[in-house]
Each structure stands twice: as C-alpha cells, then as structure tokens.
T-cell receptor, first 114, second 110 residues
C-alpha cells in the first residue's frame, strides 16, 4: 500500500510569509507525528496526534507554529511569519494502532526561508 | 545534558569489518530504544528496536541494551559500502514521545 506522503517536497519562501505543509499518513494509522530536522541535526519532536484525543503540542517551538489533523487522517503544519531559522526538513510519521514501535516516515518537506 | 547522546562521527570502517555505534541516554525510566538509518537526503527508516537488557540480533545487525549503564549500541557485522549512512538512536519518553539523538555518520570504505 501507499506510504506516508508529504507535500510539497520543497518549499522556498520569503521571510515573513506563512507556509502550510501537508502530511497524508498511511491509511488506518491512528498516530501521527511531526518532526523538524535542521541541517546535521537529529529529529526534533514538534507535535503528536492520536485518534480524536487532544494533540501533544509540547514540541512546537513558538506560537507561530500550529498543526491540525482533520478527520483523523490528513494533517497540516502551518508556520506563520516564517523566519530564517525555520529553514529545515519537516518530517511526518505515522504508526498503526497499538504499534508505537513501528513509525513510518514520509519523505519530508524541505523548507527554505530566504 | 542532552537526553540522547551520540558521537557525530564520521566513523570510518573498512568493508567487511564490524561497525560499532554507541548511544547514551539520561532518562532512567526509558524502556524502548530504537535504531534508525538515514541516508543523505532521505527520511529515517527503522532498523531495530530493543526493550530488554542484553543483545538482540537481526541479520547483520545486533542491538545491545544496558539499562544500568544507560547505553544502547548497534553492531553491524560484515559492513558494506551500502551501510554508509547516518544512524540515529532514539527512545520513547513516556508512552509515545520519541526523542532522537543527533546521529552518527558511518562511512564504510570499499
């Protein structure tokens, strides 16, 4: 079946603009994660969605970042008033029900803020 | 202190040798540990997970966990040039939150 998909694959924007990044998890996967990976760094946890429960937003770096997940499936990460330090690869991952040890990653969105 | 620490490398080993990758962690309550491989420009892919003290083998890969010393290691036997990648150590904090190390870059020399 299809894996996790993300769009766009690349996004170049100007400082101060808003951007939306999309993640389409594997069908049936209930948990969805967003991570940020800056150049040469590990993955930084941003937000976690599990079914219809309230998301864990503890990793969002500032109030310019927000995310939603509609209908328990597709998720959108929005960054308002982008800054150069937001430049990174944003990765989405999903896990099947009850299998938190099987995390499947999407290909990522490379965001460049000029 | 970072929650998950790894030497950034690069770790260079000749083809056919054993590559040993190490990771230490700070949270004694952590129970689940993972090794991911990430090729340049690609997303991470899970190699192994380990929950119990001791060794866990899967093909050429062996994960080792020592909770008392708070370290996890990954051994790659008969290293191949195709194993050249960044290896990320991760753990779960609480019930679902993954914490990743910054990764060790492995170079297998042909």
């Amino acid at each position: 079946g299809a894996g996790v998909s993300q769009s766009p694959s690349n996004k170049v924007t100007e400082k101060g603009k808003d951007v939306e990044l999309r993640c389409d998890p594997i069908s049936g996967h209930t948990a969805l994660y967003w991570y940020r990976q800056s150049l040469g760094q590990g993955l930084e946890f941003l937000i976690y969605f599990q079914g219809n429960s309230a998301p864990d937003k503890s990793g969002l770096p500032s109030d310019r970042f927000s995310a939603e997940r509609t209908g328990g499936s597709v998720s959108t990460l929005t960054i308002q008033r982008t800054q150069q330090e937001d430049s990174a690869v944003y990765l989405c991952a999903s896990t099947p029900p009850g299998r938190w040890d099987e995390q499947f990653f999407g290909p990522g969105t490379r965001l460049t803020v000029l | 202190q970072k929650e998950v620490e790894q030497n950034s490398g690069p770790l260079s080993v000749p083809e056919g040798a054993i590559a040993s990758l190490n990771c230490t962690y700070s949270d004694r309550g952590s129970q689940s540990f993972f090794w991911y491989r990430q090729y340049s420009g690609k997303s991470p892919e899970l190699i192994m997970f380990i929950y119990s003290n001791g060794d866990k083998e899967d093909g050429r890969f062996t994960a080792q966990l020592n909770k008392a010393s708070q370290y996890v290691s990954l051994l790659i036997r008969d290293s191949q040039p195709s194993d050249s990648a960044t290896y990320l150590c991760a753990l779960i904090s609480g019930t679902y939150k993954y914490i990743f190390g910054t990764g060790t870059r492995l170079k297998v020399l042909a």
